[in-house]
C-alpha cells in the first residue's frame, strides 16, 4: 500500500479559525493533490503541487493557501473557515502523466 | 459545472442486473481512470484507458474509452452486492488530476 498519511483525521473547528490539514507522503511521488468531497459533486481539487514550492490552484481554490516544503509534506490551510468549508478532505499523490493516484484515508471537517 | 460530468449520478438495482455509467466532457484527454471508492476509504483505481476507441476487461467491468477521447464508459455485467460503492471517473489536463462527479452504485441482494 501507498503509503499516504492525513492528518488529523477528524477536526470540529469554530467559524473564523485558521485550520492546516496534513498530508504525509513515503513515496517519493512528484505530485501532490488537496480534493474536498461534498455529496454530488464527486471530488473536486483544490489545490495542486507538481514539485517542491511549486503549487497551483485548483477548482475550488478560493478561502484556501498550500505549501510544499519538503517532497514528502503537503499542507492545506483553510485560512478563516466558514461553514461551507465542511466536508471530507482527500490527499492524493502520483508520479504525474496519467500515473495511478493513492489517496489518503481523508480528513472530515466540521466548521461550526 | 465540472469537467467531468458522469451518469447516472445514484443507480440502484438488484443483484444480477447489468448497467452502464457514462463519463463525458466537451474536452479531450490524453487518457481517463476509473476509481471506486468505498465509505470511509480514498478510491482505489480500477483501470486506465489511454487509446481513442480502447476496450478493456476486468472480470465483469468493460472500460471503454470514446474514439474521440472525450468520454467513457464503465459496463458491470452480473452486478453483485460487492460492487456497490462510488465510481470515480478522472483525467489529467495541464498537470491536473481533474475527477467526474461521481456515480453511487448500490446493489441488492
Known amino acids: 500500500d501507498a503509503g499516504i498519511t492525513q492528518s488529523p483525521r477528524h477536526k470540529v473547528t469554530e467559524t473564523g479559525t485558521p485550520v492546516t490539514l496534513r498530508c504525509h507522503q513515503t513515496e517519493n511521488h512528484r505530485y501532490m493533490y488537496w480534493y474536498r468531497q461534498d455529496p454530488g459533486h464527486g471530488l473536486r481539487l483544490i489545490h495542486y503541487s507538481y514539485g517542491v514550492k511549486d503549487t497551483d490552484k485548483g477548482e475550488v481554490s478560493d478561502g484556501y493557501s498550500v505549501s510544499r516544503s519538503k517532497t514528502e509534506d503537503f499542507l492545506l490551510t483553510l485560512e478563516s473557515a466558514t461553514s461551507s468549508q465542511t466536508s471530507v478532505y482527500f490527499c492524493?499523490?502520483?508520479?504525474?502523466?496519467?500515473?495511478?493516484?493513492?489517496f489518503g484515508q481523508g480528513t472530515r471537517l466540521t466548521v461550526v | 459545472t465540472q469537467l467531468l460530468e458522469q451518469s447516472p449520478q445514484f443507480l440502484s438495482i438488484q443483484e444480477g442486473e447489468n448497467l452502464t455509467v457514462y463519463c463525458n466532457s466537451s474536452?479531450?484527454?490524453?487518457?481517463l481512470q476509473w476509481y471506486r471508492q468505498e465509505p470511509g476509504e480514498g478510491p482505489v483505481l480500477l483501470v486506465t484507458v489511454v487509446t481513442g476507441g480502447e476496450v478493456k476487461k476486468l472480470k465483469r467491468l468493460t472500460f471503454q474509452f470514446g474514439d474521440a477521447r472525450k468520454d467513457s464508459s464503465l459496463h458491470i455485467t452480473a452486478a453483485q452486492p460487492g460492487d456497490t460503492g462510488l465510481y470515480l471517473c478522472?483525467?489529467?489536463?495541464?498537470?491536473?488530476?481533474?475527477f467526474g462527479t461521481g456515480t453511487r452504485l448500490q446493489v441488492f441482494p
Open positions: 478522472a483525467g489529467e489536463r495541464t498537470d491536473k488530476l481533474i
Open positions: 492524493a499523490t502520483n508520479r504525474g502523466g496519467n500515473t495511478e493516484a493513492f
Open positions: 474536452s479531450v484527454f490524453s487518457s
